[in-house]
């Protein structure tokens, strides 16, 4: 079965500090990864994907991550953070033993930009 | 171009009732998602309807159902509420599903509290 464990709840980083958020996947066969940010109140938005091509993915509003097999690892990373950034983020995981239809979604992190 | 519709924004039940919730897709959109966004439990996948017929389940019981509309728009019902029912229910629609991946975008989501 797949699964996503996404380290830490909670991450809090000073305005213009890097940002490293960590998302594990558990997959017997290379699945589809995506990123997606929910502000307050409101759906998803999808950050990135990871459909098999280049590993490493760049997204938008400054963010990327890279696909990291042997480490089945998928971090999200910006090099510095805005005040704009706080939300919370979730990594999920889709493949063909799960349906790629089905996405399976971490616990989530949220993030606090501080001044 | 306008995004995923849902309604009501927010919904309040006695526990017993039943609730309905709707969404509308993306124009050109046939494949609709349901997820449950409820506090300690994350994002869960409910269902998928593509071209009108229920594609997958989550391990949601029966009492959540759902259909899709001749127009691609769907319905959630939650029949005989539980408490622990309480959550945002987000809807997404993505285009035709052809055995891989297509993205999925997120509407607002409908906030059920059962009282």
């Known amino acids: 079965a797949q699964s996503v464990t996404q380290l830490g709840s909670h991450v809090s980083v000073s305005e213009g500090a890097l940002v490293l958020l960590r998302c594990n996947y558990s997959s017997s066969v290379p699945p589809y990864l995506f990123w997606y940010v929910q502000y307050p109140n409101q759906g998803l938005q999808l950050l990135l994907k990871y459909t098999s091509a280049a590993t490493l993915v760049k997204g938008i509003n400054g963010f990327e991550a890279e696909f990291k097999k042997s480490e089945t690892s998928f971090h999200l990373t910006k090099p510095s953070a805005h005040m704009s950034d706080a939300a919370e983020y979730f990594c999920a995981v889709s493949g063909f033993l799960g349906g790629y239809n089905k996405l399976i979604f971490g616990a989530g992190t949220r993030l606090a930009v501080h001044p | 171009e306008a995004g995923v519709t849902q309604s009501p924004t927010h919904l309040i039940k006695t526990r017993g009732q039943q609730a309905t919730l709707r969404c509308s897709p993306i124009?050109?959109?046939?494949?609709v998602y349901w997820y449950q966004q409820a506090l300690g439990l994350g994002l869960q996948f409910l269902l998928w309807?593509?071209?009108?017929?229920?594609?997958n389940r989550g391990n949601f019981p029966p009492r959540f159902s759902g259909r899709q509309f001749p127009n691609y728009s769907s319905e959630l019902n939650v029949n005989a509420l539980e408490l622990e029912d309480s959550a945002l229910y987000l809807c997404?629609?993505?285009?035709?599903?052809?055995?891989?991946?297509?993205?999925?975008?997120f509407g607002p989501g409908t906030r059920l509290t059962v009282l």
């Open positions: 997404a629609s993505s285009l035709a599903s052809g055995g891989d991946y297509n993205e999925q975008f």
């Open positions: 124009s050109g959109h046939t494949s």
């Open positions: 309807y593509d071209e009108g017929e229920e594609r």
